[in-house]
């Protein structure tokens, strides 16, 4: 986030002392929570004196300032929040650059390499996985790289309907400068108003809108990076055929091998024609096979998911007992009541019932949207809240699924915490499968609770990797998941990788330790350190 | 094609000796025709003796047949069909394998390697831009690597809609397995008859059903491959978050990084219900306005392809005075013709006129899977015939479209061919732009027709660059682009690309100069050679 030393986005968007009461309350009958503690304030925050110091021009933009390297330190995380409300700043970077434009970004990087320090580029700080935080294994200095200043659509081409976005605009900046051309980019990760088009193009974002073109890689008709060896640029395409895709190397590349400057996205007119439904199962499995007619129906209604019973009651829009079916159908040319009727009638064969028009499904949008609010509350109050995420075929889904709970719910109990809560959604429908979504809950032990969350993890890995189920489906890899990662990608990808981050990258600047092992690159002694 | 001397897809499929009668007739008021020159016969064909004799188990798969050599010496370009008229077996294969398996491969590629021989893999052979030539630099010995004996459906995951698929499978067989289990690929290249999924895989092969999912990469899960360095497979995902994808290095990698073997692709259910719709327009720019209305409507009929007039009389589906906009919808779950209905109001919005019933769609379709056996005639009556194609956003279509058909036009007159004729068409429509083909037809000049070819080809490939356009949108890079393409391609992707291909293929055995300049990597003394 950059912004705020604990907590998800801004104070203004987070709960209320009074709403933190009632959430707590609300949980206490389940779960055994405390009363929350306080976020650390900046007096608390204990770091290590800077081993660099910016000189010349560099020095407008790049700084050792306290508040900005403690909020820089860490992600979003569970073991992040847990870490900051520990007052545990170690890894905090040595400096923290905000560079104005492209040739800031340019500079940095040439600094860093003649410092031999390490460059953590920093969209909206939203990683889950470890994506922005310092290597700990790696001697170097660290220096996070902030882009929030490379902001703003610089071009807009209304015929073809694309953008041209510069890599540190947020979700609503975006929407907002598209908005008076009748356009929308239609993609809403959870993390939408505070994570930026680079980070997304960074990590294989995947929107709220979620059958169809999911990912933000759908919308790429080009890349920029600013790699330690040049200017990466591809040109505007709305389809490649010319060998292997270049923006292919750098979608997913979570900073390893470029910092991405801008994007040229396609964009479509904002929809005038909406229509929503809530389909109830009371049989799971039911459900699962609903979510699947719809997903090889060949319509691509704009939002659908499917909700587990636990899923839908924790987030006010189930009953406890049902699972529940969101869907949504828009457009911009056509009505879309005919399509969702047959949506409807496809859950109907599976034995749905329809919601009784109190919208559920508006409830659990807004639920989904102050769900890191609500985490925020919830780790200070002692729970433990992560979640996991990953995809399948469907003729391994259920497999999958009970190996993931229980792995998770084992593991919760043999890590101290018995009676913890996994409950699972299915975030992304695709025709071949979907994107399992686990959302873990439990009063966390007393001690070493980044220990435990590490255990828990490790046991839900091993349980994907048995069902060869990939680390994440749209959290990205990070530190946190890159030895499972390594472990289970096929050694000929792991070397392809490795080579194109030799290619551009060859002193190893960039977030070092993110996808592929940390490995210092030999390059002689180092020119200078401090 | 690998079977026939001379000549597209089969002799059966080639026009019988009344119907070349009657299409050089119908083409001579038009363009000075000759009769047909006969084609090659193996007597006639002169080939060098093979450097390389296989030894052991190798010879069983592997050899220096000279019919096998002299059909795997070309593609299916005009420059091939007219050496294949001169009678010039030049680039011949030393060898030609032709493996019962993947073990045949591996021993085919490490056999190679012993004896520093290039391997070229050969699928259906129906490449337009000598993807399967041998390099005409290249001082090793050479040998095609034919995997037509890798065929078959392995495995069909009817839950996922999901079938494994071997790579030397061409497309009826493919569907032919697919049929009794009610689904379908709906890939549908020109080359379908004889082209093969390990081919198509290799070149971003694009389909007749136009419109969303246009290229074979839409409908892939997995890929394997055997690459000098190992087997690379990927697992099943429906969609890919943890780094960049591994199966992008494969896709459109041309037999430059390793032979596809197999892969899982996505398939459908059989389309039960289907709508056609022929609009004609008057207007040619209001015909490109309708399919970008098209295009950017939120449907996605599984065929919508704009003919210029000329194009569309030539084919026999036009009257030379109005473009068409060929139209289909199609599903196996719902009716369309509401959908279709909502395409026809747009075409008419833009000044649409509707066929008269006689489906000129079926004429098209027609000549359009006939048009490569036409072509071999008329090639053999002294004309030059050969396409182009490349891909743009919709505002800079126009510009592209005039400057791509002036530079073919001037330049054919400019190499001694007065009065060629040069029609395009749109033939994949997607949101922010479109795929435009060019045919040219001329009376070739009497000598040096491949040196006349290479002169159009330079210059429409310098206003494609001027266009910021690329070399190609679905017919693949090959030897023939490979200039052009390393010309365009910003220098650090060039980077990444070579060195993915020393992970792979460090001795750089696979089809040296397509995507890649030839370049010999040293190794050290040769092993063996002959």
Redesign the interface.
Known sequence: MGARLFGWGTESGALSSAEEHALVDRVRPWLAVTAPVAAPTLPEVDLTPPRLAPAGALASFMGSDPLARATHTYGQAYRDLVRRLERRFAPAPDLVARPPDEGGVVATLEWADAHDAVVIPFGGGTSVVGGVEAPPDDPRPVISLDLADLSGIVEV?T????ARCRAGTRGPDLEAALAPRGLTLRHFPQSFEFSTVGGWLA??A?GHYATGP??IDDAV?SLRAI?P??????????????????R???????GT?GVISEAWL?V??RPTFHARLVARFADLDRGVAAA?AVA?????PANARLLDPLEAVVSGAGDGGTALLLLGCE????PVD?EMA?LGELAADHGASFSDGTRPDARWRDAFVRAPYARDVLVRAGLLVETFET?????RLDTLRHAAVGAAEDALAASGSPGGRVSWRLT?L??????LYLTVLAPARARDRVGQIDEVRAALLAALASA?A????????GRV?QPA?AAS?????T??????K???DPHGLLNPGV?LASSRPGRGRRDSVG
């Open positions: 081409d015929i073809s309907r694309a990590t294989h995947a999911t990912r008709e790699t060896r040049g200017i990466l640029e591809t040109g505007r395409h709305p389809s490649w055929g010319a060998g292997p895709d270049p292919a190397w750098l979608l997913g590349s979570e091998l396609r479509v007119a699947r090889q129906s060949g319509l691509r457009s911009a040319d056509h005919g047959r995809v399948t075929t469907w003729d992304h695709y025709p071949d499968g979907a994107a060869q990939p680390v994440t489906h749209h959290h990205g890899v998941h990662l990608s096929p050694e000929l990808a070397a392809v990788l490795a080579s194109a030799s290619a551009l996808l």
